[in-house]
T-cell receptor, first 111, second 115 residues
Framework: SQQGEEDPQALSIQEGENATMNCSYK?????LQWYRQNSGRGLVHLIL?????REKHSGRLRVTLDTSKKSSSLLITASRAADTASYFC???????????FGRGTSLIVHP | DAGVIQSPRHEVTEMGQEVTLRCKPI?????LFWYRQTMMRGLELLIY????????DSGMPEDRFSAKMPNASFSTLKIQPSEPRDSAVYFC?????????????FGPGTRLTVT
């Protein structure tokens, strides 16, 4: 079974709106990562948050981590059509250093 | 750096044929991962190498699948014989890691179609 599960499975918004995606996981982790995948391409790393961090920012991206709830969220502010992609969270399952990816959230940003 | 290089980008083959996918990781990276992505099962880790040694191959679906990493700059994933259910996009990724789950760099993938 998947370690990380994203929610929602699909999200459709207008350009300029914020997009929030959530990730839940099952076992303890050392860190959690978010990736983006454009259609027909490989995954691209967006941001890594360690288990002792609660929030991290990178440009228009904001990631939060709540280890007590075993969940993380990815917020994309002021979305653009170019943000249209699938977004995945990945965890290491508590020190196994073997990554496990969720099924992803498909984000569509309408211009 | 050119990034992770995979070849071929597309492969169409008939059931029963042997398929070999190739990957060149980023220079200096010591870990290499093979993934398979399908709509039904999402992104699955097939095998993970560290310093050219297979560390975890529990994701390899069957004996028809095999992977090698003869040196730090090259890896292959072989399917013999191939079946229609092997149709998927296969990704190779690399990073510098081992004891830590670090950022992974993915190749563009090989889209495999088995008819």
């Amino acid at each position: 079974s998947q370690q990380g599960e994203e929610d929602p499975q699909a999200l459709s918004i207008q350009e300029g709106e914020n997009a929030t995606m959530n990730c839940s996981y099952k076992t303890s982790i050392n860190n959690l990562q978010w990736y983006r995948q454009n259609s027909g391409r490989g995954l691209v790393h967006l941001i890594l948050i360690r288990s002792n961090e609660r929030e991290k920012h990178s440009g228009r991206l904001r990631v939060t981590l709540d280890t007590s709830k075993k969940s993380s969220s990815l917020l994309i502010t002021a979305s653009r059509a170019a943000d249209t992609a699938s977004y995945f969270c990945a965890t290491d399952g508590g020190g196994s250093y073997i990554p496990t990816f969720g099924r992803g959230t498909s984000l569509i940003v309408h211009p | 750096d050119a990034g992770v290089i995979q070849s071929p980008r597309h492969e169409v083959t008939e059931m029963g044929q042997e398929v070999t996918l190739r990957c060149k990781p980023i220079s200096g990276h010591n870990s290499l991962f093979w993934y398979r992505q399908t709509m039904m099962r999402g992104l699955e880790l097939l095998i993970y190498f560290n310093n050219n040694v297979p560390i975890d191959d529990s994701g390899m679906p069957e004996d028809r699948f095999s992977a090698k990493m003869p040196n730090a700059s090259f890896s292959t994933l072989k399917i013999q014989p191939s079946e229609p259910r092997d149709s998927a996009v296969y990704f190779c990724a690399s990073n510098y890691g081992g004891a830590v789950f670090n950022e992974q760099y993915f190749g563009p993938g090989t889209r495999l179609t088995v008819t």
